[in-house]
């Protein structure tokens, strides 16, 4: 049985383009960037042509890229090491007044390395969002204060899909000597991801969700801003990322990026069409609701709750039809409470715990979702006969 995968937004395969770009640095260009003989020479290039590739599509500087293992160390990085630099250099009397905003719908990524500021004494203020999972700009007006430092707001949201004003929060804070970072790891093969037009100071990309390789992403960090590093050593990327680069995975990178800005547009009309039309089609079923915007969402995000069956099982009952898509709610030993994304965006209780997360991706066709849709039905009738909800 060939399965049905949807749950691109938790990871993507690898471009066979992508591959190819990669394979000559595993074991025929393998040397290390640091030495300064051929092969050195060789992985340099090859990491110099990456950053002015990756810096071009965002409208950047090469020395504004810094390669990273992934979207959660590019994150820790942004805020973590915003906050000890500036709490390094601030002229302000109680550094322990230091204040960041965040929201209560970002990646956790972003969230516990807030919460670790706030064991070392930093201000946190999660603002909230509305039904449909947009930031409220007034509430982050009204949070703003003398001593804030950093706002970090994720361009998209990992599971709903919405798309936040970046751009608005951006002018809001224009000349007020505040940062603003955005978590864009959903974003690039459907977004725009230009930094100036955006109107933010640090960006975190990550390769796994753009048909690239695990474990390499990117942080943009505009000239002139302050970061103390996570890692020390070599004093690789300009001292903020020490290790020996992963060449394989920073030319992959480059690749993905370069592949999803230039398929988004086309890409994003097809999805959406597809999109609009499984909603449409699954909101049929009797208490069924959308989570998220309908329309100011990703273009291949689809997160439903079915009233009174566990999001857990259903995701259990469609593996078994082959089907592959993930839940909103929390699946371990110790906790079976809804995510705090549906939390946040105030789902009944009874709908809560019935999240499902459908990611569309490039090779997603009708066919597939029709299949989906063909035995849903069934699996949600026999989980609501058996719920003890």
């Known amino acids: 049985m060939k399965r049905v995968y949807l749950d691109n937004a938790a990871t993507t395969s690898m471009d066979p383009r992508v591959k190819k770009a990669m394979d000559s640095f595993w074991s025929d260009d393998f040397g290390n960037a640091s030495a300064i003989y051929e092969e050195g020479r060789v992985a340099k290039k090859a990491i110099s042509e990456a950053r002015l590739k990756t810096a071009s599509i965002l409208n950047a500087k090469a020395d504004e890229i810094i390669f990273t293992a992934g979207g959660t160390e590019s994150d820790n990085l942004a805020i973590l090491g915003v906050a000890r630099a500036i709490c390094g250099i601030s002229d ?95 974003a690039p093969s459907y977004l725009d991801l230009n930094v100036e037009k955006l109107g933010v100071d640090l960006m975190t990309l990550n390769g796994s969700k753009i048909y690239g390789p695990k474990g390499i992403g990117i942080l943009y960090k505009k000239r002139g801003i302050k970061i103390e590093p996570l890692l020390y050593g070599g004093g690789q990327e300009s001292n903020f990322r020490s290790g020996t680069e992963n060449i394989p995975a920073i030319v992959g990178f480059t690749t993905a990026l370069e592949l999803a800005q230039k398929d988004r547009e086309k890409e994003s009309e097809r999805q959406i069409k597809l999109r609009d039309r499984f909603i449409k089609k699954i909101l049929e079923m009797p208490n069924t609701i959308l989570n998220g915007s309908q329309d100011t969402r990703l273009p291949n995000n689809i997160n439903v709750s079915f009233r009174g069956v566990e999001g857990e099982a259903i995701v259990l009952y469609l593996d078994a039809k082959g089907v592959s898509c993930s839940t909103g709610s929390a699946c371990n030993s110790d906790s079976l409470e809804a995510s705090h994304v549906i939390r946040a965006i105030k789902r009944p209780h009874e709908y809560a715990h019935g999240s499902v997360r459908f990611t569309m991706g490039k090779e997603t066709k009708k066919r597939e979702l029709d299949y989906v849709l063909g035995i849903l039905p069934d699996i949600i009738k026999k989980l609501k006969n058996i719920s003890a909800i």
């Open 92 to 186: 302000i009397p109680q550094k322990k007044s230091l204040h960041i905003i965040t929201s209560k719908i970002e990646h956790h990524a972003v969230l516990h390395a807030c919460e670790q500021l706030k064991k070392e004494g930093f201000q946190i203020t999660e603002i909230g969002v509305d039904e449909d999972g947009i930031i409220d700009l007034r509430q982050l007006k009204n949070a703003l204060k003398p001593e804030t430092i950093l706002i970090s707001i994720m361009l998209a949201n990992n599971e709903i899909g919405t798309i936040q004003p970046i751009k608005e929060i951006s002018r809001i804070i224009r000349n007020k000597n505040i940062l603003f970072h955005t978590d864009a790891v959903q």
